[in-house]
């Protein structure tokens, strides 16, 4: 069974720009987190969606937004980048939001300059 | 934020030898896992424990949980190159619906 995937894996952006980030779930797996990684603040929940809705959402402002659709992928979007952006963004899924066991994609790594 | 610290930051072995990093978190919590991560990349889980039990073991790893002082240890035996990575802890909180996750631990394991 293929592993939650990705997409792009590598990006560069400039200040003031949007970026849309993609993940894939396992196959049959309808929950879907999203996580931003830093050296400063380690790993930091963003959100979660099950069933195409947003179930639980972390401490982020409004410009870092989320959606899923019917085939339980996952896009992450962020407005108006700022310099402190740059991080890896790593997904995770699992068949159910029970949090027992999630499965964490490669990441993202975004820079932003 | 984070939920926990763990310690040490960084930890230096050789092989064969064994390796213990801690985590301490602040809040209650239903239970706590552990992830590796590999030098930037996705993070694979390892073992969970739930908060009503002491200890539980998977192949080389050993994992233990102390609710009364909010902290568990994650034991790898007889460690391997192939060890290195940065270790996590990460706790769901009682009432939370997602994983709050330590500072890691980086586990080198010289050949």
């Known amino acids: 069974k293929a592993g939650v995937t990705q997409t792009p894996r590598y990006l560069i952006k400039t200040r003031g720009q949007q970026v849309t980030l993609s993940c894939s779930p396992i196959?049959?797996?309808?929950?879907v987190s999203w996580y931003q990684q830093t050296p400063g603040q380690g790993l930091q929940f963003l959100f979660e969606?099950?069933?195409?809705?947003?179930?639980n959402k972390g401490n982020f402002p409004g410009r870092f937004s989320g959606r899923q659709f019917s085939n339980s992928r996952s896009e992450m979007n962020v407005s108006t980048l700022e310099l402190g952006d740059s991080a890896l963004y790593l997904c995770?899924?699992?068949?159910?939001?029970?949090?027992?066991?999630?499965?964490f994609g490669p990441g993202t790594r975004l820079t932003v300059t | 934020s984070q939920q926990g610290e763990e310690d040490p930051q960084a930890l230096s072995i050789q092989e064969g030898e064994n390796a213990t990093m801690n985590c301490s978190y602040k809040?209650?919590?239903?239970?706590l896992q552990w992830y590796r991560q590999n030098s930037g990349r996705g993070l694979v889980h390892l073992i969970l424990?739930?908060?009503?039990?002491r200890e539980k073991h998977s192949g080389r790893l050993r994992v233990t949980l102390d609710t009364s002082k909010k902290s568990s240890s994650l034991l790898i035996t007889a460690s391997r190159a192939a060890d290195t990575a940065s270790y996590f802890c990460?706790?769901?909180?009682?009432?939370?619906?997602?994983?709050?996750f330590g500072t890691g631990t980086r586990l080198t394991v010289i050949p």
């Open positions: 995770a899924s699992s068949l159910r939001p029970n949090l027992d066991e999630q499965y």
């Open positions: 196959s049959g797996h309808r929950s």
């Open positions: 969606y099950f069933s195409e809705t947003q179930r």
């Open positions: 809040t209650s919590i239903n239970n």
């Open positions: 424990i739930r908060s009503n039990e």
């Open positions: 990460a706790t769901v909180r009682t009432g939370a619906n997602n994983l709050f």
